[in-house]
């Protein structure tokens, strides 16, 4: 797959950070493609109203998505929360919370799935379509050597779980769609801002940066290897 062969329709919900720099590469980099950008805020920010913790919200999408007149081509999930009102992530087990672990498990991992289900009606056999989403590589089990941040990793592998368990599911019905799980890499925004001062300058992305790095390791996705977790080099990450 090429630069230039994407057209369509390309969703990215969650214009914070890394989705604001997501949607602006894909428009330079893939300028046939019609850009929709979705978020909690509508009106002038986003085309498309969506809380993704919103049922009623996700089941508007799809008729949203059929008024572009456009097929599908690419779902790009830049959603995410890690702090918050009221939300920390935990350095200790004293500091996990019933309130924090539902949080978290809402936005991180029940609402990439449902994103999935409130998109698949305008699939369509024969054509390709990305489905990507942002995880984490704190969410892989095998790494995880430093421990805390439960919830925050929890969430996150179980998205890992869910869009693997999606891959295997589409890889039959929808031949043609492509599921990635991808780790930006630590990129400056106001999600990591916090905990910037462990990271060195050097291993900071800009935004920018991550989201290149991004579309490059997504663009050689194919079918044939739906379900992967991989890195911002396009390196994979053990589950
Ligand atoms: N930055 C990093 O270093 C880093 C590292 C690893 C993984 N990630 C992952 O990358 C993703 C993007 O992170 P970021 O750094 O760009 O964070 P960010 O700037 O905080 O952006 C997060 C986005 O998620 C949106 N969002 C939160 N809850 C939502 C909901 N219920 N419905 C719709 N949108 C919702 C926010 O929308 P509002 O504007 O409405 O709040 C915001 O646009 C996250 O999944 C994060 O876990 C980031």
């Not at 329709?9 to 604001?20: K, S």
């Not at 979705?38 to 969506?50: D, F, K, M, P």
């Not at 919200?57 to 456009?70: N, T, Y």
Request: aromatic share 8%; net charge neutral.
């Amino acid at each position: 797959m090429h630069d230039d062969n994407w057209n369509g329709l390309a969703l990215v919900v969650g214009t914070g950070g890394i989705g604001q720099a997501i949607s602006e590469r894909l428009q330079q980099r893939f300028p046939d493609l019609v850009l929709v950008t979705a978020g909690r805020e509508g009106g002038s920010r986003h085309q498309v109203q969506l809380d993704l913790e919103s049922d009623t919200d996700l089941e508007r999408l799809a008729p949203a998505l059929q008024q572009f007149g456009k097929p599908l081509r690419l779902v790009f999930n830049c959603s995410g929360r890690l702090h918050g009102p009221g939300l920390k992530p935990e350095k200790r087990l004293t500091q996990v919370t019933r309130e924090a672990l539902a949080e978290q498990f809402s936005i991180n991992a029940f609402a990439p799935v449902l994103l999935a289900k409130a998109v698949e009606p305008l699939f369509e056999r024969d054509r390709p379509v990305h489905f990507a989403s942002l995880s984490a590589r704190v969410g892989s089990i095998s790494d995880n050597r430093t421990g805390g941040w439960y919830a925050y990793r929890a969430a996150k592998s179980a998205q890992n779980q869910l869009l693997k368990t999606l891959s295997v599911e589409w890889s039959r019905r929808w031949p043609n769609a492509t599921v990635t799980l991808l780790h930006p890499g630590t990129t400056d925004t106001a999600l990591s801002k916090p905990f910037q001062s462990f990271v060195p300058p050097e291993k900071l992305f800009s935004p920018e940066r991550a989201a290149d790095q991004l579309l490059t390791v997504l663009s050689t996705q194919t079918p044939q290897q739906s379900g992967s977790f991989l890195a911002w080099d396009g390196q994979p990450i053990d589950w």
